[in-house]
């Protein structure tokens, strides 16, 4: 039987606004299977955004949800935190949302792990606004606001969160959509803050000018380019450096925020 994703819909709100082709869709599907596998109660989840084509996802689901302004999602998400630590919170956003805009708020929930979950959806430009550079955009890739090409060096996403200080950080893509899936759950089920970088695909902003010809071809891109962490641990670095890692990237257990904050407080207040 098709698995029901109309359980975790507003279905009211479809049809969706995303491009044909684009991958926002596939990746909605993999965030609603790895929640609905942990059997938790739709009312103590909350999905917060900021602004951008992938920002619409809390729109359709139906949880808890604060379509918030760009690159201030992990702030509402903190909030909602330590107002209930109890509330299992995720904050979602573009590359654009969370490395450029938001990037101040995503490196300090990194610095302070935060039990919340972030979903960084890169495809690598702003999606919403008419294809300008983002902070991922690859060096040499055309923007409209780069259009001989990206002069700046790019972020890795996976590096920035474990270099400042993220306890779960994995990567995946939207042509791997069971890993995808599996790498949500994972990071849903950590303890402090938990990063998955999901590569997308914008084939209306980023692909047309990019040389893919088809929103196909940004799927096989995915494909092609992905090697599984188990493998890339056997393979030299030469070998890696046109690859992109996917798995598991950083696991570690450390102090929470909120715990850590409280215990603090009460101490200092004698409790
Ligand atoms: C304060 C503020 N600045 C700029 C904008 C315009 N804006 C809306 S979405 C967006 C970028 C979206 O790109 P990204 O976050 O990568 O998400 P995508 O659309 O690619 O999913 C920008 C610059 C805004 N809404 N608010
Ligand atoms: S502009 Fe790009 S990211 Fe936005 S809906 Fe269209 S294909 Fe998706």
Redesign the pocket.
Known sequence: MAYDYSRFLRNEKLPHIWCPGCT?GIVLKSFIRAIDSLGWDKNEIVVAS??????RLPGYVDFNTLHT???RSIAFATGVKIANPKLKVIAL??????T??GGNHFIHACRRNIDITVLV???N?????GA?Y?PTTPKGAWATTAPYGMPENNFDVVNLAIGAGASFVARSTAYHATHCEKMIKEALLHKGLSVVEII?A?PT?FGRKNKFKSPTSMLLWMKDKAVQKAKADKMSPEELADKLVIGVLHKEEKPEYVESYDATVGLNKGE
Not at 50 to 55: F, P, Q, R, T
Not at 93 to 98: H, K, N
């Open positions: 926002y900021g602004i951008g084509c992938c920002s302004t760009h690159g956003g573009g590359d654009g949302d969370m450029a805009i959806f890169n495809n430009i702003y999606g919403m606004t300008q983002s997308n914008c902003g």
